[in-house]
């Protein structure tokens, strides 16, 4: 059975319904995802396990509209994203999801602050004189401004993890997702990172976060588990998330 849960708030921010999506391949039809419905409201922090291939990454992928689904619905604050142009999407997304790699993808030859203030630049959301100051407004909270003028490959990798959360919340987007976005850091980095996430929902985000880690997904208000492609649990932690 599939649980469609939230915290109570009565707005539901993203609704998955009856997503099911397959890839063909030289062997056949891949299922990846089947009869996943879902809902999550504002200021939840999701963590969504499963093992390899269960279909983690492209549930996500469905919410950020990077794939979209083979049958069903994507609707996020009550846009249908699955039935948006490839244009009409990009502006969407820049506008609507911050998105948090495991890799950090920063471009290498810019500076911090100018990866920082791409998501604005691209979406022509803030006037320009105002980008350069809110950029580094960004860098403070999440710890790294005094790096601000440095390029990437100066940086740790925790340092470089902190600097995509800054351009991901650029546009100051509702929704923050993360593909193992502290999978490449260690421990005590993790945890760190763990913090910011969860002082950005105690401000409102919403963030969903896919994770190896069992730790840090006990951490999180509800935790998310895929198998072979389903929803096979949805269950609370009953702690971390608003409620």
Avoid at 33 to 44: A, D, F, S, W, Y
């Amino acid at each position: 059975m599939q649980a469609t849960q939230g915290n109570g708030n009565g707005h539901v921010l993203i609704e998955l319904r009856d997503v099911h999506k397959n890839y063909r391949t030289g062997a056949g039809e891949v299922l990846v995802l089947k009869e996943i419905n879902l809902r999550v409201r504002p200021g939840e922090f999701i963590s969504v396990v499963g093992p390899s291939g269960s279909g983690k990454s492209t549930m996500l992928n469905m919410i950020t509209g990077i794939d979209r689904p083979t049958s069903g619905e994507v609707l996020v604050d009550g846009e249908a994203v699955h039935d948006l142009s490839e244009n009409d999407l990009a502006r969407w997304r820049g506008r609507n999801v911050g998105v948090i790699f495991q890799f950090f993808q920063l471009l290498p030859t810019l500076t911090i602050l100018e990866n920082a203030m791409l998501p604005m630049d691209f979406c022509n959301i803030y006037k320009r004189r105002e980008r350069k100051d809110r950029a580094m407004h960004l860098l403070e909270q999440v710890g790294i401004a005094d790096q601000a003028h440095k390029l990437p490959s100066a940086l740790s990798g925790g340092q470089q993890q902190r600097a995509a959360i800054a351009r991901a919340l650029a546009n100051d987007p509702p929704v923050l997702v993360g593909d193992e976005p502290t999978g490449n850091l260690d421990s005590a980095t993790a945890d760190e990172v763990f913090g910011l996430f969860k002082s950005l929902v105690d401000q409102g985000k919403t963030l969903m976060i896919v994770t190896h880690d069992r730790e840090l997904s006990g951490r999180t208000a509800r935790v998310l588990h895929l198998l072979d492609g389903r929803l096979h649990r949805d269950e609370s932690n009953g702690h971390n998330g608003k409620h």
